[in-house]
């Protein structure tokens, strides 16, 4: 193997004089690579962290924000959700299929790991046009290996999106969410152990895949990155699968202090994660590892990142007990090492001393870069944009386009292929509604799960489209009738070095920070991703938000279909007419720019309230959001969804009819409700400040859209429903 | 001890929608002769000790009770003899 | 009356046919470790989906050995009630005791749907509480469902009134456009001759609550139940 300079691990000129002064000496290449994977921003988080600070992470319904492998909220009855959405985009990006996978498996045991059973998966895509045969390629083998892995497991995929935009073309992005159900007193902490505690390694054997995925995963797309192929590893649904079983066994049992995960920098990182916390040291054997591959070094080892590996620190006499529950399940667990109390890292191989680091300059001691962040020159040009200029598509025909937008049409193509029913807890299937919905067996309640994030917003204004984000996981959890609790963020963006990205990821993360506070939606988890370039360019910022809800009621959800005929449609919240960054100018006039719609957090947040007090009150019969596509989009989506058509009349106020129809500004939903409630619903908006205004009724089998009383859409449900259902499909034959 | 080649394939008449997936490929990237493609397993078992007849007999038994499915497959049996 | 459903390593449906049997039905039930040798006890078997020993080979191919098989194969050839149900049907393929294999679905995808059942028989332990040519709602997740057999074998369980389920439209129609996998004849369920152990690919576990979006699963557990009752008395 030819040994890799310090430059090719990633690490700068001052980051290795640092070490060398840590060390007094200089570090052999053991200590080399385990300081270069410690170190890199997947992590270290040594970019981003001067900036995660300023999310809120605190509130009465937190049970663990930031910091541990995952966030955990209260959801009563003694019960907690536990979940965190992370990144694979390097690795996916090389190889679609098990990049994927592995996502997902890394995400799951990072839930496990805290004693939780995982009960639902979502995902985040994000992907280059459709019409591109790499792209086709990358996004049916993402979304294969997204499916055959969580499947496998019997993790039902409950939901998630997926986007296509050139900015992703040689960069997609695949984030994994898993969200897992735990009773508190249950849940584990990656609490240090005691001294003379042993290590277990149990799950799969080590081999060479994936060395150096920590620091791989820091680096801009290149050529070069195609030839680094075998750092990608192969993921083992089956070995998974008997790992949770095992591992949840052995948490019910009460039988460890300390779980953690073998995910990015594989033995280092987890070792050194554990033996942090109080402050203690570890001694470890490499030669102990069980290996798949002969004559691996000390280094390949240590930093392997092969999957579906457990690091287990028993409680003191229960090792044989463990035994036993391991071997049930067919896993061999072997000790590695012991605790100490000397605060050192130290790595044997047989009797002989490879290496040894302090255990906190590994993970308290990797550098910070506070960066300065740079308006672009774009962000004023973008905003230079006057609608005026651009004539006005016909609106019946732009509806059409929008509807076979891979970003609007249906995920049929997608969600098929997960399966999104086992574990029998599914009260809301994907397609059905702005969030998924699952009950908890032997109880009322049921909880909502939503991931959002429009990238292009956040590219146009990152202040802005960060609040956006937030605020439309949130309204997404409302409009089942879902409380919104907490959410966990994947923020992927470009290379930090660039004062340009930098200057995206502060604007972004203010946004979102200021959104999450005044919901009471604090971050609780999360995970970073940068260097998302090419030589192209980097990808749009996106700072992916997975939010959770809760549903006191779960026979009180809502659905985004209408219902029956007769019923009145209305729009809760303001009649707005701002196109910029809509789907409907990238459509139809191919344009990315424009001023994104101002957001009102105080609006935004009455509005959710509304929406809860609705349900609540079993008032309202469907529910949608207004986001991709506007306003004629989802009236379209709700038609669809229900099999039925609808008459509205609408007031264009002289001004043109694309900019309310297809105007994508947040904080508006639209609903159905029988004509009888309708005073009560006026006097909950009131109440609330929200503005409401009838639109027209379901029925019939046409959707129709008249200008005071003109007819100018009029489109027959079922071809509508064709478009729409078929279009990915279409691109996918 | 030996080295045990064996490929499992479907047997005629069965359709292989994945060997029909990849003519499929094959021909749009212009593989115009490609008549037929069958996809089929290849699978590798070393076996210490015995001699060359009794493996091959302990080899078939296998396909014929896991490796391959009689109902669907055919197998063929390769054997060398390696250090 | 007592139900067994049988844990492979890598089952993942187990605990979902547990809950329907325990919850819904509200019948004794539990669950059997793969490593047992006996069935002793029980009046019913449930070999429940999922991905036994990661489909690694062919999916039901390494369950098929598994320690538990001999005595559920002893128990069914006795007249005991089996229900393999997705990968539950894949290993009573595999273990013989019905006829047939699976191959991967035409479309090479794995597909999660619900789809439309003609049921073709009234008269099984399985069905008994349905009507023949009564159209069913029950969904479908799996990627290996695309069912095979020779053609003497497909007339044998044509003649013998073996195929219980076959895929339709909403209203009955047994055409290719319906059938989600490929599977030969559109079968989605058949049983051995004496008609006490069903394979099916759907999933009626998942559709035996109206919160889960209807309950024709229900039925199939229903009739289950009735015929032990019957045969009980």
Known sequence: MKEMTYKEMGLLDEEYEQIKEILGRQPNYLELGMFSVMWSEHCGYKNSRPLLKNFPTEGPQVIQGPGENAGVVDIGDGQALVFKIESHNHPSAIEPYQGAATGVGGIVRDIFTMGARPIASLNSLRFGNLDDERVKQLFSGVVAGIGDYGNCLGIPTVGGEVYFNPAYQGNPLVNAMCVGLVNKE????????????????????????????ATFASEELSEASQEKRPSVQVGDPFMEKLLIEACLELIKEDLVAGMQDLGAAGLTSSIAESASKKGRGVIVDVSRVPRRETGMIPYEVMLSESQERMLIVPREGKEGRIGEIFDKWGLDATVIGEVTDDGMFKVFEGSVLVGAVPVEALTEGCPVYVRKGLEPPYYRECHDFNIDNLAECDAGEALSKL???????????????????????????????????????????????????????????????????????????ACVGAKPLALTNCLNFGSPENPHIYWQMQEAIKGMSEAAKVLGTPVVSGNVSLYNETVDGAIFPTPVVGMVGLLEDIDKRCQMAFQDEGDLIILLGRAREELGGSEYLFVCHGVEKGSVP?????????????????????????????????????????????????????????????????????????????????????NLSAQFGIEISILGKVGGNKMIFNDHGIEFINLEVQDAAKIWGEAIECHMK | MFKANIFVTLKNGVLDPQGEAVKKSLKVLDYGQVEEVRIGKYIEVWLEGGDRDSALKELEEMSDRLLANPVIEDYRVEIVEVE | MKFGIIVFPGSNCDADCYHVIKEVMNQPVEYIWHKENTVAGFDALILPGGFSYGDYLRTGAIARFSPIMPAVIDFAEQGGLVIGICNGFQILLEAGLLPGAMLRNRSLKFICKPVFLKVNRADTPFTNHMKVDQVVRIPVAHGEGNYFCDQNTLQSLKDNGQIIFTYCSEDGQELPEFNPNGSLANIAGICNIKGNVLGMMPHPERCSEEILGGRDGFYIFDSMINWLEEVGK
């Not at chain 1, 947040?666 to 009888?676: G, I, M």
């Open chain 1, 403 to 477: 509807l076979a937008s891979p970003n609007i049409a249906s995920k049929k193509w997608v969600y098929n292929q997960y399966d999104h029913q086992v574990m029998t807890n599914s009260a809301i299937v994907p397609g059905d509604a702005d969030a998924a919905v699952l009950r908890i067996k032997g109880y009322q309640k049921g909880v909502a799960l939503a991931t959002d994030c429009n990238g292009r917003m956040v590219y146009l204004d990152p202040y802005q489209g960060g609040m956006m984000a937030v605020c439309e996981g949130a309204r997404n959890l």
């Open chain 1, 186 to 213: 249950e849940i584990a902490y990656a609490t240090a152990s005691e001294i003379g505690s042993p290590l277990m390694l149990v799950g799969a054997r080590t081999g060479r895949d994936g060395i150096h995925g």
């Open chain 1, 598 to 682: 101002e957001i009102d957090l105080e609006e935004e947040k009455n509005l959710i309230n509304l929406l809860l007090s609705l349900t609540e009150a079993d008032l309202v019969k469907s529910c949608h959001d207004i986001s991709e596509g506007g306003l004629a989009a989802a009236l379209a989506e709700s038609s669809i969804k229900g099999s039925t058509g609808f008459n509205v009349d609408l007031d264009f106020k002289g001004s043109r009819k694309d900019r309310f129809l297809f105007s994508e500004a947040p904080s508006r939903v639209v609903a159905s409700l029988d004509e009888k409630d309708l005073t009560a619903v006026r």
